[in-house]
């Protein structure tokens, strides 16, 4: 389960066009799978970085 904080993550330029053409063409299903593949995916793994860290200390 995520934790409920302030996290930044970074979009490549491919990913930037990739966005960009969903929200030109109203596509809510790339959308979605957007939102899961790439934010989601990195928000989880910047979070489990942090769990990794704390652990050691």
């Known amino acids: 389960m995520l934790e409920i904080r302030r996290t930044a993550i ?22 979605l799978r957007f939102l899961r593949k790439i934010v989601y995916e990195r928000v989880a793994r910047s ?5 990794v860290f704390y652990a050691r200390d």
């Open 47 to 51: 979070q489990r970085h942090c769990e």
């Open 10 to 31: 970074a979009l490549d330029e491919k990913e930037l066009l990739e966005l960009e053409r969903i929200i030109t063409d109203g596509n809510e299903k790339e959308a």
